[in-house]
T-cell receptor
Framework: KNQVEQSPQSLIILEGKNCTLQ??????????LRWYKQDTGRGPVSLTI?????NTKSNGRYTATLDADTKQSSLHITASQLSDSASYIC???????????????FGTGTRLTIIP | GAGVSQTPSNKVTEKGKYVELRCDPI?????LYWYRQSLGQGPEFLIY????????DSGLPNDRFFAVRPEGSVSTLKIQRTERGDSAMYLC?????????????FGPGTRLTVL
């Protein structure tokens, strides 16, 4: 069964500090990996998307890395802000076709809390 | 509209009742997805529409769940004889055809509570 596992399950850090969230996956064949930010009671919002050939992608203070050989990804957040408090979900897409159901596999997320 | 919208934002109903959840996708997006998310879990796939047809409904948990998209735009998720276990956040996402990533854009969700 295709799985996406994330760690830690929850994390609390001080405002201004950096942090790194981890994602391991077993989805195969693999098309692309995404990181989503989900505020409480809201839908997920895409942060980064990487294909299997990309090693890193940045979006402002968010930087995602991907190692397709070890099937690991990380999301690094620099200079954290209170508004970064949210769940961060790693999502893997196994389908390359533009016309089929992507059948995304979602991780359970890391709950990040930034404290002042 | 600028993004995917879902109504209502919250729905409280009694066990055994019928509910309808609505999704308005981004204009021009041909692909539409419904997901269900329980507390502390990632979203789970329910059904996928390509245009008006349900191309993949393998995620629907049982025959009490049904979804339509009659004109290839707005979609309605219908749940009959609701059970307490149906309580969850129901998310809708839409995606354009083509492109490298087929990125899915999510709506804010409908929080369903079955008492």
């Amino acid at each position: 069964k295709n799985q996406v596992e994330q760690s830690p399950q929850s994390l609390i850090i001080l405002e201004g500090k950096n942090c790194t969230l981890q994602c391991n996956y077993t989805v195969s064949p693999f098309s692309n990996l995404r990181w989503y930010k989900q505020d409480t009671g809201r839908g997920p919002v895409s942060l980064t998307i990487m294909t299997f050939s990309e090693n890193t992608k940045s979006n402002g203070r968010y930087t995602a890395t991907l190692d397709a050989d070890t099937k690991q990804s990380s999301l690094h957040i620099t200079a954290s802000q209170l508004s970064d408090s949210a769940s961060y979900i790693c999502v893997v897409s196994p389908l390359i076709s533009n016309f089929g159901n992507e059948k995304l596999t979602f991780g359970t997320g890391t709950r990040l809390t930034i404290i002042p | 509209g600028a993004g995917v919208s879902q109504t209502p934002s919250n729905k409280v109903t009694e066990k055994g009742k019928y509910v309808e959840l609505r999704c308005d996708p981004i204009s021009g997006h041909t692909a539409l997805y419904w997901y269900r998310q329980s507390l502390g879990q990632g979203p789970e796939f329910l059904i996928y529409f390509q245009g008006t047809g349900a191309a993949d409904d393998s995620g629907l948990p049982n025959d009490r769940f049904f979804a339509v998209r009659p004109e290839g735009s707005v979609s309605t998720l219908k749940i009959q004889r609701t059970e307490r276990g149906d309580s969850a956040m129901y998310l809708c996402a839409s995606s354009p055809l083509g492109g490298t990533y087929n990125e899915q854009f999510f709506g804010p969700g409908t929080r369903l509570t079955v008492l």
